[in-house]
């Protein structure tokens, strides 16, 4: 069963805009995880955040954190038509449980 | 390239047939785990394994799916008897995790194994 809900579960923008899907978790964590999977691929680390992080940036990507309501964000600027993917949060629970979320399936259009 | 191998990438099989699953993680790498997707759930961790040891399958039906790691370049998924809710993708991943550290930093994943069950 999945801990994290990805919000929206599709998206669909223009080459160059940003791109801003959120995660919502149920439990306290140690650290949150942002994937992304290409159709018919095996997932791809993007970032992690821990949970006394606020804010981390990777390139064109920035994770925000905010473990009050549980919530965390990744925000792609600019995006390319490379960027089509869906994108999952991964959460580590205390307890060393792992669970991935939902996915929001991201459609950027050239 | 290091990268993590799955094999078979796809596999046809029928009801009461046993699959095996097979993974080579990134070699220097010590932790394991199995995942599988449905559209229905998503994603669920089925098994995960610290330098060779299973730490928690909990997530994996234990009646017919078992896992292994006979050494530390392959592990292994065998479901008997298969039936047809099992068709779905499996992936394997693989990590490094120094003593002490959580296990779950950063995976690196296969490209799945696609099995239906007919």
């Known amino acids: 069963s999945q801990q994290g809900e990805e919000d929206p579960q599709a998206l669909s923008i223009q080459e160059g805009e940003n791109a801003t899907m959120n995660c919502s978790y149920k439990t306290s964590i140690n650290n949150l995880q942002w994937y992304r999977q290409n159709s018919g691929r095996g997932l791809v680390h993007l970032i992690l955040i821990r949970s006394n992080e606020r804010e981390k940036h990777s390139g064109r990507l920035r994770v925000t954190l905010d473990t009050s309501k549980k919530s965390s964000s990744l925000l792609i600027t600019a995006s390319r038509a490379a960027d089509t993917a869906s994108y999952f949060c991964a959460t580590l629970r205390t307890g060393n449980q792992f669970y991935f979320g939902t996915g929001t399936s991201l459609t950027v259009i050239p | 390239d290091a990268r993590v191998t799955q094999t078979p990438r796809d596999k046809v099989t029928e009801m009461g047939q046993e699959v095996t699953m097979r993974c080579q993680p990134i070699?220097?790498?010590?932790?394991v785990f199995w995942y599988r997707q449905t559209m229905m759930q998503g994603l669920e961790l089925l098994a995960y394994f610290r330098n060779r040891a299973p730490l928690d399958d909990s997530g994996m039906p234990k009646d017919r799916f078992s896992a292994e790691m006979p050494d530390a370049t392959l592990a292994t998924l065998k479901i008997q008897p298969s039936e047809p809710r099992d068709s779905a993708v499996y992936f394997c991943a693989s990590g490094l995790v120094e003593d002490g550290r959580s296990s779950y930093n950063e995976q690196f994943f296969g490209p799945g194994t696609r099995l239906t069950v007919l």
């Open positions: 070699l220097g790498h010590n932790t």
